[in-house]
């Protein structure tokens, strides 16, 4: 190996099981040319010493993943700085992922950089040295610096605003010529020195931004907003200096440069004022979180700042505070106002044993809770997180802009190229031919294009946040509008999700208490719904469970256990079937048709079973599930129920939500199968679920929807998050989706518009300069103003 050559580089491994898996990965890797691997299977970690120029990082991270393996990326966001437009981002993009194993989104309207990359091939200090060779520059984005990037930005529209005034007083003057000249008389009321003397200043002072911009914009291989401002106001201002300093007979145009650079900021100003405003739902739940705390220490209670909790402090919430961190309600009794998180406006009850929530209202009561999730592990800031990144991502749609705003530059100034040939040529005035050529290049306009999507993304991401819509990523947002099936499971989704016991039927030689004791001590082992409603009747009456052996549980057909050396099997009748019991059918079919579940138990005696009587379960469907059912398919969504429940039950279900399909007895290991063969009708596919049994099918659909409730793994499988436990909710996130799409795609059409009726006007000389620079200027506040009406939007509609 070249000593001078090598590098040495460490992998995080994702998926090894034990040594082996470790060996196997260190042999392939040490097969390729110049490479030395060891691979630790306690830290899951790759060392590698390898020569660079006979096997690159690629390779290397390719052989991994032949192997079966995972080179686990991190993730890291960058705050961006010395952007003006689309074609910025789409070069600062470019110029990271030039790097191997690195991709990256840049969201113009936050100014933010989202970059995966893989630890060891790549550090964060070389992203950021990638932006600034680039011609930009860029900090890592964590909680501490949010309120210094925010004092940043807005020191910097201070003194934006500041230098606008001044060159709107330096223009002022060339706008009251420009009056006297519109009444008739186009004689020259300000000396020619003197609009030479205003000019300067404006051009070479307010407008060096612009030449400092295309500076990096150049200097980093591209160009962008700031060269074509750059180059249309100085073709105006130095042809309009030589005809001063050498006093020809030919009009000036220091009126244009000064005016265009003066409402060019202008435009900015608006611009920047309206980009806050995208991300004021990030802000309103960040300033939700109190700063302080009270806790209790060695019997006393002290405030300390919120940050220095700890799981498993004690925090006291008194009447109309907000709680600190997630915890446990150990002592106290009150209602809290979970609004933030739920959307739901009744408060909910807390007592001891309860969860409660970072950012919640406490309502009438004292509370001592007890910490278990601070800091960046609470439910808020999760969301928080949430709805960031899912800002921060980039929607398919928006790939049309990308490809368009970074070609657009070099484009348009070949266009001013051929408008200055071809009317000098056709008119022999080389004056209307500058002033045409000028106009097209203060006329084009990128940031429209660039801020069309990310600015919808935004603001439509950041209202789901605030009515309960959690979404992911824009991905999900702009396929949510494409659903035209959704699949819904029963428990929990068209029902309340609390099944409770209805009726005990004993066969005549079982008393009911006997049977009921039996049911729960089988039950014991299990977390199934069903299971919890026999549990909590039984603890209701004060029935005790009797000692219990050899349990064995059959995923989503019931359970085989000894209680008192009898083997006993409970489960669905299908089940005590194949266990040879013989089941009274009449008896079941009647409860199966009030959308009852039933649940047998039965006395094994070798290949025969004996049965003791029957459970039937009720789980109530929600209040809403019909409403929302009749609103999907008014929208033109086809529902399909899926439970594992009998066709009985499920018929009486989906009658009752006003669902015409339904599929019944389905396993949990089958939902995903049938979600395929679902989507096998070609038909865009979603699957809103909330249980852990539930994650193989949501990771199947197309869309996937999992209840805020549900458990961890539906909710990190899910591509959208509902906080209300409501079908309605789905209806509302998909009603989001078309409300964004249809703002991203007016924006669209907008900013391509603009540009394609704009630049033809202005070549052929229907455009003054000035009056292109005003409508540039205006063009990206229209399409974010345009994407603030998104606010309007309101759950329901």
């Known amino acids: 190996m070249n000593v001078l050559a090598s590098k040495h580089i460490e992998l995080p491994i994702e998926g090894m099981t034990c040594a082996a898996c470790a060996a196997r990965i260190e042999k392939n890797l040490n097969k390729l040319p110049g490479v030395k691997a060891a691979v630790n299977f306690a830290s899951e970690k790759a060392t590698i010493t390898f020569d660079e120029m006979a096997t690159p990082p690629q390779t290397l991270i390719h052989s991994i993943e032949k192997t079966g393996f995972n080179v686990v990326p991190h993730s890291v966001q960058l705050q961006i700085s010395g952007m003006t437009c689309a074609a910025c981002s789409s070069r600062i993009e470019k110029a990271l992922t030039k790097m191997a194993g690195v991709t990256a989104n840049i969201n113009l309207a936050t100014e933010i950089a989202s970059v995966t990359f893989i630890p060891g091939t790549t550090t964060v200090g070389d992203l950021i040295v990638a932006v600034e060779k680039a011609g930009y520059g860029a900090t890592v984005m964590n909680a501490v610096n949010r309120n210094e990037e925010k004092a940043r930005r807005l020191a910097a529209y201070q003194a934006e605003f500041r230098m606008f005034l001044i060159s709107a007083a330096l223009t002022l003057p060339f706008m009251l010529q420009m009056g006297v000249m519109l009444s008739g008389d186009h004689t020259d009321w300000l000396p020619r020195w003197l609009q030479w003397l205003l000019a300067t200043p404006i051009q070479f002072w307010v407008g060096r931004r612009f030449y400092s911009g295309a500076w990096h914009a150049l200097r980093g291989g591209g160009a962008n907003m700031d060269v074509l401002i750059a180059l249309g106001t100085s073709m105006a201002y130095f042809f309009s200096a030589a005809v001063t300093l050498f006093a020809l007979d030919q009009h000036v145009y220091f009126e244009a440069s000064a005016a265009i650079i003066t409402l060019v900021l202008l435009g900015k100003l608006m611009e920047a004022r309206a980009k806050s405003k995208t991300s004021a739902a990030i802000e309103e739940l960040i300033k939700l979180q109190p700063k302080t705390a009270r806790i209790e220490r060695d019997g006393q209670i002290i405030e300390v700042d919120v940050n220095t909790l700890k799981q498993g402090d004690i925090f006291i919430v008194r009447p109309g505070e907000r709680l600190p961190v997630d915890g ?63 800002q921060g991502s980039k929607a398919p749609i928006q790939r049309t802009a990308d490809a368009i705003a970074a070609i657009f530059v070099p484009v348009v100034v070949g266009i001013s190229l051929l408008t200055l040939i071809l009317t000098w040529w056709l008119t022999e005035n080389f004056v209307l031919s500058l002033i045409n050529a000028v106009a097209v290049l203060v006329i084009a306009c990128p940031c429209a294009l660039g801020l069309a999507t990310p600015t919808a993304i935004m603001v439509g991401t950041g209202r789901g946040a605030q009515v309960g819509v959690l979404v992911k990523n824009a991905t999900a947002l702009e396929h949510a ?3 035209r099936t959704l699949i819904v499971d029963k428990t929990g989704t068209l029902t309340e999700g609390k099944p409770v016991v209805t009726d005990i039927v004993p066969e005549a030689s079982i008393a009911e208490h006997t049977l009921l004791q039996i049911a729960m001590t089988l039950e014991q082992g299990s977390e199934h719904p069903l299971a919890k409603a026999v549990l909590e009747y039984a603890a209701h009456l004060h029935i005790r469970s009797l000692p219990m052996s050899d349990f064995k549980a059959v995923t989503g057909s019931g359970i085989m256990a000894k209680v008192q050396d009898v083997e006993y099997v409970l489960g669905s009748p299908k089940f005590l079937q194949s266990q040879g019991a013989v089941i009274d059918e009449s008896l079941i079919a009647s409860l199966q048709a009030e959308g009852k579940t039933v649940v047998g138990v039965a006395a094994k005696s070798g290949s025969l079973s004996q049965v003791l009587g029957y459970l039937a379960i009720a789980d109530r469907l929600r209040t809403t599930s019909e409403q929302a059912v009749k609103r999907l398919q008014a929208m033109g969504i086809q529902v399909i129920m899926l439970t594992g429940d009998n066709s009985a039950t499920a018929a009486a279900i989906a009658k009752q939500a006003g669902i015409m399909h339904y599929h019944a007895e389905i396993l949990p290991q089958e939902k995903a199968a049938e979600v395929n063969k679902i989507k096998g009708n070609g038909e865009f596919t979603g699957m809103v679920g909330d249980g852990i049994n539930d994650a193989p099918a949501l990771a199947a659909a197309d869309v996937s929807f999992a209840m805020g409730t549900g458990s961890d793994i539906a909710i990190e499988a899910a591509d959208i998050t509902l906080m209300h436990n409501d079908l309605m909710n789905v209806a509302d996130a998909i009603s989001l989706s078309r409300a964004t799409l249809r703002k991203i795609r007016q924006n669209l059409f907008f900013a391509f518009i603009y540009n394609v009726l704009g630049i033809p006007l202005a070549a052929i000389g229907m455009l003054n300069p000035i009056i292109a620079g005003a409508a540039m200027a205006m063009s990206s506040v229209s399409v974010v103003s345009n994407s603030l009406l998104l606010k309007r939007w309101q759950a329901g509609s």
């Open 328 to 390: 446990e309600v150990i002592e106290g009794v009150s209602s809290v106002n979970e609004s933030m998180l739920t959307g739901e406006s009744l408060p909910v009850t807390k007592r001891a044993g309860a969860k409660v929530f970072a950012a919640t209202q406490n309502q009438e009561g004292l509370l001592k809770c007890q910490a278990t999730r601070v800091g960046a592990q609470t439910q808020l800031a999760a969301i928080i997180r949430l709805v960031e990144e899912a």
């Open 481 to 483: 509008e494409k659903i």
